[in-house]
């Protein structure tokens, strides 16, 4: 089913619905036989991903029925992390093969090839726990995916609201330290700021397509940033990382690095510039045009955050 809210029927059934499909999208990838198992996992975060967008749109941090949901699927999603960080690996050093201006000759890709082996063998080892691991959360997290009454009165740009606001903020923090954590952390959010704007994308479909492509470029390219400067680390692990070559190829993929990331910044900076009141009164506006539930118009002023 699509990924998307019908702003004019009860919100609170839909939420359990959509957050059943994506648990069962994530238990159906991490089943997938071994030749398909890391594209499984791939689909399996993006779904986890999915239903924490879900729960953070419907209630505030804080929350005994969203920790009961949120939780496991983080965990769930923490044991997959490795192997799917392995499957970006894999990926970037496909993108480098590709990469016209040569950021690393054909002998470092080799090289960096068989780091790749070497870390493959050694994640594939406790690749079943972790699967199972993650099944077990994924279970919990089906036990808990009702963290909204159906008869509830969700307010959806509330929710909108929250997620903004928290990846501006994240944002201004990444902008002054500057830092891979604090990056990282501000993708994070905005991530789970683009699900939700795919969400509500029926309260105006053109605008919210625009906002949410734009956060969904700026977090993949500070994501190719942040795959860049691993594989770059991973090159300075090596036993010859002095050489001259290996070295020159560093500062090539940190260089890369650092430039995707100061124009995602900048886009960033762009996409979250919007005060959160006036952000919040926007949306508001854009949802009451389409009516409630009921057809009658939803005052802007209701339920303001």
Do not use: C
């Amino acid at each position: 089913m699509a990924f998307a809210l019908d702003l004019d029927r009860p919100i609170a059934p839909q939420l359990r619905t959509l957050a059943d499909a994506e648990l069962a999208k994530a238990r159906a990838g991490i089943a997938r036989p071994p030749p398909e198992l890391e594209d499984g996992i791939h689909a399996a975060r993006r779904a986890l991903r999915r239903s924490r967008a879900l729960v953070e749109l419907a209630l505030p941090r804080g929350s005994d029925a969203r920790d009961a949901f949120e939780t496991p699927v983080r965990l769930a999603g923490r044991e997959l992390s490795a192997l799917r960080d392995l499957h970006s690996a894999y990926g970037t050093l496909a993108w480098l093969a590709d990469d016209g201006r040569g950021t690393v000759g054909p002998s470092i890709r080799a090289q960096l090839a068989l780091v790749l082996a070497r870390e493959h063998r050694r994640v594939m080892r406790d690749a079943e726990e972790r699967i199972a691991s993650a099944g077990t959360h994924l279970r919990a997290a089906g036990m808990a995916s009702n963290f909204v009454d159906g008869d509830a009165d969700v307010d959806v740009v509330a929710g909108l609201s929250r997620a903004y606001a928290r990846a501006r903020r994240a944002l201004e923090v990444a902008l002054e330290a500057g830092t891979e954590e604090t990056i990282h952390r501000f993708r994070r959010r905005a991530r789970t700021y683009h699900w939700q704007l795919e969400l509500v994308r029926g309260a105006r479909p053109v605008v919210a397509e625009a906002e949410a492509n734009e956060v969904r470029k700026l977090t993949q390219a500070i994501g190719q940033a942040r795959d860049l400067h691993l594989m770059a680390r991973r090159l300075a692990r090596r036993r010859d990382a002095v050489s001259p070559a290996i070295v020159r190829a560093i500062g090539r993929l940190e260089g890369k690095a650092a430039r995707l990331r100061t124009v995602a910044l900048e886009a960033a900076r762009i996409a979250f510039a919007e005060a959160r009141r006036a952000h919040r009164q926007r949306w508001r506006a854009m949802v009451a045009a389409r009516g409630d539930a009921s057809g009658r118009p939803v005052a802007i002023e209701r339920a303001a955050v």
